[in-house]
């Protein structure tokens, strides 16, 4: 018996045989498709950094991924330099347009259309980080994403969302154009071509990302097709996008250091949820497997209504990460462990891919990269062949509140990326799209590797649970007993088992073995991809 199946029996758990985790001794990359991780190893194997191999996946993402991440989205960055130890964090999420007043949105946020994005951050988080710590050329790190732009089958979950959202894209002739040629779905294994974008890719190869993205042409066609079909971000919006360097909130649980984005990232839910749980020792809590669950839904309760106020640009809550990682916040969170917390109000959405690198130099990588909603803004500009978030919506359009859309305002992002320390040392790098239950969904996993002591493939397979749309309901994978409604019934949850995957992730792990190799996992439930050398 396994030492995961041993761990699963303890549980009193039915798992399904996990799979091995991919093991590397030089790198690892683990995203949400096939092509990128493999052109993240392809730059690798040349000879690049890890964040060259960052830069080549995160490219590819967002050609073979549109429903999820595009050139027209952004991303936060956590990065462990091997050098010094020190783990970073990038915050390049777009801003809103200066022309994004709250009187222009007095009749509520927009969630689709030109009025729905907020200015592209991620090709200048490219830039950042490469300018930084890259070795290989700025040029030699998008042939794969210009050649798949090209051309490429249509994947399994490229093809659902399609399908399942043809009257949204079909509302906008730039999306209607590639996703449903002659008016139908195109379909899993058919080829989707995209040659404007791979035209805009090589304009950011040859030129780099000020002249190739965020000044002349492409800036240009963007600002001018937005103002055309009455958007408000324009070409000077975009050339003046600048990201933030921040310092990662962390929090101890167990023995481990966990560290996040902090706000206008939801990141900070995280250790809150992890601090609640600190109330209950780790015997206690793998001793029932269903009232686990119910501690752990209880610390994502009282983490959203005590956080989600603090969720905004860091200049409109700028003590958030104090307030959130408080003495007095943890004791609040532990009570409500051990109690009945408020039940927040949540809305599931996940237009997101992660991405995760890491090298046998103790180099660290979490990229989460989005466009928001799937199809974010369902609004491409055809010129450039990029489709817009529609991060726009993250606002609120309710005056006086720290949320409140603004000129050059950062609204509150779901994107959480992880990075684990122990001892001092990297130890886990984890992330997973699904809106946001991106916390939820990390809570779990981390749970599994820290307190289960599982191994990455294990406790990314393991059952989950995820919050649904009212947030004071719960969905729960088949695997996990009927038995449990009735007992978390108890503790003051309503859940119900639920099939649909969607709901609860795609989680990816990266592990730092003591014998100094790697070990990555990627999710079963949708079409993430390990890779490792």
Not at 30 to 42: E, F, K, L, W
Not at 117 to 134: E, I, N, S, Y
Not at 224 to 252: C, E, N, R, W
Request: a neutral charge; aromatic letters at 6%; proline letters at 7%.
């Amino acid at each position: 018996m396994s030492n995961e199946q041993a761990a699963s029996k303890r549980s009193g758990l039915s798992l399904r045989e996990p799979r091995s985790p991919i093991y590397g001794s030089k790198a690892m990359i683990v995203c949400g498709h096939a092509a990128a991780s493999q052109a993240g190893i392809n730059i690798h194997r040349k000879g690049g950094s890890a964040v060259d191999a960052m830069i080549a996946s995160s490219a590819v993402l967002t050609v073979v991924l549109g429903h999820a991440t595009t050139l027209g989205g952004d991303c936060f960055i956590l990065y462990r330099d091997a050098k010094t130890g020190k783990i970073s964090g990038l915050n390049s999420s777009g801003y809103a347009p200066q022309a994004a007043t709250p009187e222009r949105f007095a009749g509520g946020m927009k969630a689709q259309g030109p009025l729905a994005p907020v200015v592209p951050g991620l090709v200048r988080a490219w830039d950042v980080m490469h300018k930084r710590f890259g070795k290989l050329p700025w040029k030699d790190l998008f042939a794969e994403a210009i050649a798949l732009a090209e051309g490429h089958p249509i994947s399994a979950i490229l093809a659902a969302r399609i399908a399942d959202s043809q009257a949204l894209l079909a509302a906008d002739p730039g999306c209607a154009a590639i996703y449903l040629p002659g008016g139908k779905p195109i379909g899993l294994g058919e080829t989707l071509r995209q040659p404007e974008l791979a035209a805009t890719f090589r304009r950011i190869a040859d030129l780099g990302a000020d002249e190739g993205f965020y000044h002349g042409e492409t800036a240009e066609r963007l600002g001018a097709y937005m103002a055309k079909q009455g958007g408000l971000l324009t070409a000077q919006d975009i050339a003046s996008f600048k990201p933030l360097d921040v310092t990662p909130a962390s929090t101890m649980y167990r023995d481990h250091r966990v560290y996040v984005m902090p706000p206008n990232s939801y990141g900070v839910l995280l250790p809150m949820q992890l601090n609640g749980l600190s109330a209950i020792d780790t015997k206690t809590l793998l001793a029932d497997p269903a009232r686990r669950i119910g501690y752990q839904m209880s610390a994502m309760k009282a983490a959203f209504a005590n956080g989600l106020p603090l969720i905004a640009d860091p200049a409109a809550v700028p003590d958030a990460v104090e307030r959130a990682m408080s003495a007095e916040m943890t004791k609040m969170l532990q009570q409500a462990v051990l109690g009945t917390p408020p039940s927040p109000t949540v809305k599931d959405t996940s237009g997101t891919s992660c991405l995760l690198v890491a090298d046998s130099e103790g180099n660290a990588i979490c990229v989460v990269q989005s466009i928001f909603a799937v199809f974010g803004s369902a609004f491409r500009d055809p010129g450039t062949g990029i489709l817009f978030n529609n991060r726009m919506a993250g606002f609120t359009h309710k005056p006086g509140q720290a949320n409140t859309v603004a000129p050059g305002k950062r609204p509150a992002h779901t994107l959480c990326p992880v990075m684990v320390e122990r001892d001092g040392k990297v130890r886990y790098v984890v992330a997973s799209p699904g809106g946001l239950s991106q916390t939820v969904t990390n809570q779990q996993v981390l749970g599994k590797l820290i307190d289960d002591g599982l191994d990455v493939a294990a406790a990314v397979e393991a059952p989950r649970w995820c919050n649904t749309a009212n947030g004071s309901d719960f969905l729960m994978e088949l695997e996990l007993p009927e038995a449990f409604v009735p007992a978390l019934a108890a503790m003051g949850h309503t859940a119900k088992r639920a099939e649909d995957p969607f709901f609860y992730g795609s989680a990816k792990a990266i592990e730092f073995l003591p014998s100094g190799n790697l070990a990555g996992a990627a999710d079963h439930r949708r079409e993430a991809f390990a890779l490792g050398y």
